[in-house]
């Protein structure tokens, strides 16, 4: 069931709420969360396709927050606000309304989200595209506990992790990190399963994709060991190659579905890798409302301070010397630690 609202107000749209429930025949509200996107009309199809996806498994309101630009200097100084109920199968399993902001009603969004927040449940707000630079200071972030953003969809996405890291408040979390955990989960089983020390990796991938460099920062925040960091034509992560004591440990995926991990004294086996949907990783973030301090730490690492794998031009050799290997150039070497610890 849909209801449109025109030139409306928070107490006419609470009201279509209820009204919408009653003619459905669910009066009760059995959400968990309040999730409220911020988006463009570009991107708006998708991330609301995305949020409805994943209230399968969190039925929530979903308020999805639409600053539309205003072409004449009259309209920008007319507040304005358009609504579009959505209860029953047109909404998931929870509640969703597409606010559209016009005007000095871009200015003060969250007056308009709070009336509509569940009363006595968790906030998580998510910027599918333009986040701000400190979620956490952002008037909608402020009413959120989980703060969601995605340096992926940022113009130069490896710089937004810098910024990232420098604005980091409990609470805050990527989607460039959600993309990383299987593997992280193989990479410390794969770990867990044969002790050793690992002294250094290599982690392979796409040159702009934020999913790497939190990898290879993971890696060298949690072994202290030297990492490279190395580009590959992709699709996204492609290889990551540890050496420790008990050998080479690879895990490599070349066609982003499948991949293979292989390890010394052990035959080489096949890991199911692929490349997930905006709504599974934002189920995923949707499990736990507490801060990640792994994410933390992996954040703070620094991406300047990972190693670059790429080829540089040898020096000419002197006449009568021995040739010389181009060097990659690598992080600072730390002592490195059991791994099976981590």
């Not at 770990?191 to 993971?218: H, I, K, R, Y």
Request: charged letters at 25%; glycine letters at 6%.
């Amino acid at each position: 069931m849909k209801i449109d609202l025109t030139e409306t107000t928070a107490s006419k749209i609470n009201k279509a709420l209820v009204e919408g429930r009653r003619a459905v025949g669910t009066p009760a509200i059995g959400m968990v969360l309040t999730l409220v996107i911020v988006t463009d009309e570009e991107n708006a199809y998708d991330a609301l396709k995305a949020a409805n996806d994943a209230s399968r498994e969190h039925p929530s309101r979903t308020l999805v927050v639409i600053k539309r630009v205003s072409r004449s200097p009259r309209d920008r100084a007319k507040a304005r606000l358009d609504a579009e109920v959505r209860v029953g199968t047109d909404a998931g399993t929870g509640e969703t309304v597409v606010l559209r902001l016009y005007g000095e009603a871009i200015d003060h969004a969250q007056s308009v989200v709070l009336p509509l927040l569940l009363p006595d449940a968790p906030v998580v707000v998510w910027w599918a595209v333009n986040a701000p630079l400190d979620p956490a200071k952002d008037p909608l972030g402020a009413l959120a506990q989980r703060r969601v953003t995605d340096a992926y969809a940022a113009e130069r996405p490896v710089e937004e992790l810098t910024g990232r890291a420098e604005s980091y408040t409990p609470g805050d979390t990527d989607l460039s990190w959600t993309r990383i955990t299987p593997w992280r989960s193989m990479l410390a089983a794969a770990l867990d399963q044969a002790p050793c020390t690992v002294t250094s990796a290599e982690v392979e991938g796409e040159e702009f994709n934020p999913s790497c460099e939190l990898l290879a920062m993971w890696l060298a925040s949690r072994l202290d060991v030297p990492v490279t960091r190395t580009v590959s034509a992709g699709p996204g992560l492609t290889a990551v190659r540890m050496q420790s004591s008990g050998g080479t440990i690879v895990l490599d995926r070349p066609d982003g579905s499948l991949a293979t991990l292989s390890m010394r004294s052990q035959p080489d086996r096949a890991v199911a890798l692929k490349r997930r949907e905006t709504s599974e990783l934002l189920a995923e973030e949707l499990r736990r409302l507490d801060p990640d301090d792994i994410y933390a730490a992996a954040l703070k690492y620094g991406v300047d301070r990972l190693g670059d794998g790429a080829s540089q031009p040898a020096a000419p050799a002197a006449e009568g010397s021995a040739p010389q290997e181009p060097a990659a150039k690598k992080a600072p070497a730390k002592p490195a630690k059991k791994a099976a610890a981590k």
